[in-house]
């Protein structure tokens, strides 16, 4: 090899190098194990994805479905560039209090999400749109427990990542979809005379 192409092959190293994951520089066949779980974490949510599916209601706009998509493409493609190009964990961090409370924290919020879109799904029958009290559950406290679901779903993955990109998703979710729930509880106040008084908007017992 002539010697004056050697200061280009290691340019063209140092570039790769800087756009290539520790974990591939170090010669692995697979990710670190978890930067995967965490990412796997993340795509099982896709639950929400496969629930819209079975909705039964009045139809959706599609101007706000196709906003929803852009912003989970975006937020989805922030989050795992962060996982396999940023976040660095040790080994033992699958031990780590943050990892083990917040996967707890994550599964916990997705049950109750899961569970309260059922029994949201199973209000209205086949071609019934009317708007009916929600009952079981979460709902048994506060009339967004799809919404509280979520939301600390989110917030036990911000916890189990302990990234600024996944804290940042949470409190978004927070900010977006906390306001959901308080207008939703005062529309089923206003709606039916029959609602329970105790029932909080959001979060038991609390608000």
Not at 93 to 114: A, C, E, H, Q, Y
Not at 160 to 182: D, H, K, M, Q, V
């Amino acid at each position: 090899m002539a010697k004056g192409q050697q200061p280009e092959l290691e340019t063209g190293r140092r570039l790769t190098a800087a756009s290539t994951p520790d974990w591939q520089q170090t010669e692995l066949l697979s990710p670190p194990p978890a930067p995967l779980s965490l990412i796997s974490s993340w795509s099982a949510h896709c639950w929400t994805f496969i629930y819209s599916f079975f909705m039964r209601g009045r139809p959706f706009p599609l101007q706000i479905l196709l906003f929803g998509m852009l912003f989970c493409i975006y937020n989805g493609f922030l989050q795992g560039y962060y996982m396999i190009y940023c976040a660095q964990y040790p080994k033992d961090w699958f031990t780590d209090f943050r990892f083990t409370s917040g996967v707890l924290l994550f599964l916990f919020g997705m049950g109750i999400n899961i569970h309260s879109d059922i029994l949201l799904r199973q209000l209205r029958k086949p071609g019934d749109h009317t708007y009916k009290i929600p009952q079981g559950g979460l709902f048994t406290y506060v009339s967004g427990a799809n919404f509280f679901g979520e939301i600390v779903e989110w917030f036990g993955y911000a916890i189990a990542t302990w990234s600024i990109p996944a804290f940042a998703f949470a409190l978004f979710t927070l900010c977006f979809i906390g306001p959901r729930a308080y207008h939703h509880h005062r529309y089923y106040l206003r709606m039916f005379t029959d609602y329970p008084k105790s029932r909080k908007a959001l979060i038991p017992f609390i608000f």
